[in-house]
């Protein structure tokens, strides 16, 4: 009998822990020059030892769902990721006019930009789950081309993916100075991006010899991974908006195929 409840009682721990095991998601507070910064960080509490983290960097918008929720599908995947704050003091775009000056100042003032990004990139490495040799960045326009303005400067990542994103052609980069490989993932009906970025982008890459893919998904317009693209389409009246499922599924299995290669 004693023997039938203690193989119960095991039993029923063991349910319990699995329950409770799976992704954990928090909100981390954290700082710079006085500037409060809310992080959403994502991990598998039953996946044993340390593994890779990712920075998610939002869209113009700002600290919103879409990034949030792209860090529970990396956790999902096995990596610990963090989704960062670029701008601050919980500071959300209701409209496409605010969010060009949210993202206007963020890049005009990037020394406190790539501070900021780096504050949340030593938040990311000191995490008990975070293998800090094996980070990469992931940012979703304004996202993605801070990821890429990052990487450019020298950043210690593995690697970086940029979708719907600018082609910052800034900081000047020599052949070499790049640590990070670079994925980026484009629609090929992107309004806001011209043919000729991309050819002086990849110019550049080829010149630095930097580990670097460029890819075009036919059809897809801008913001062709955020859900809330035809809402916000029908809404602020812009026409270069568009979810795209296919073109949204088609670069994530890219991506975590790149990640697979370079951790």
């Not at 029923?12 to 960080?41: P, R």
């Not at 075009?216 to 859900?227: D, I, Q, R, V």
Request: a positive charge; proline letters at 2%.
């Amino acid at each position: 009998m004693k023997k039938i409840f203690a193989l119960s009682a095991i039993a029923f721990f063991s349910l319990v822990v699995l329950a409770n095991a799976g992704i954990k998601t928090e909100e981390i507070q954290y700082s710079h020059n006085g500037t409060k910064l809310t992080g959403y960080l994502a991990f598998d509490d039953s996946k044993s030892g340390k593994r890779p983290g990712v920075l998610v960097v939002h869209e113009w918008w700002g600290h919103n769902d879409h990034a949030r929720n792209r860090a529970k599908m990396l956790a999902k995947a096995g990596y610990t990721a963090l989704a960062l704050d670029m701008y601050g003091s919980g500071k959300l775009a209701n409209h496409p006019k605010k969010a060009g000056e949210f993202m206007t100042a963020a890049f005009k003032n990037w020394a406190d930009s790539q501070a900021r990004y780096n504050k949340a990139l030593e938040v990311l490495k000191g995490h008990k789950t975070v293998d800090a040799s094996r980070i990469g960045s992931i940012g979703f326009c304004f996202g993605g081309a801070v990821s890429i303005k990052m990487a450019r400067g020298g950043a210690d990542l593995k690697g970086i993916v940029a979708f719907h994103s600018a082609l910052p052609t800034e900081p000047a980069i020599t052949k070499n100075s790049m640590k990070s490989a670079v994925l980026i993932i484009n629609g090929s009906e992107d309004g806001f991006l011209k043919p000729e970025s991309v050819a002086s982008f990849s110019q550049d890459m080829f010149k630095a010899n930097v580990d670097f893919t460029y890819m075009n998904l036919k059809g897809a317009k801008h913001s062709f991974t955020n859900p809330q693209a035809d809402e916000f389409s029908k809404k602020f009246n812009i026409a270069a908006l568009e979810y795209n499922k296919k073109a949204d599924e088609q670069a994530w299995s890219e991506m975590l195929k790149f990640f697979q290669r370079i951790f």
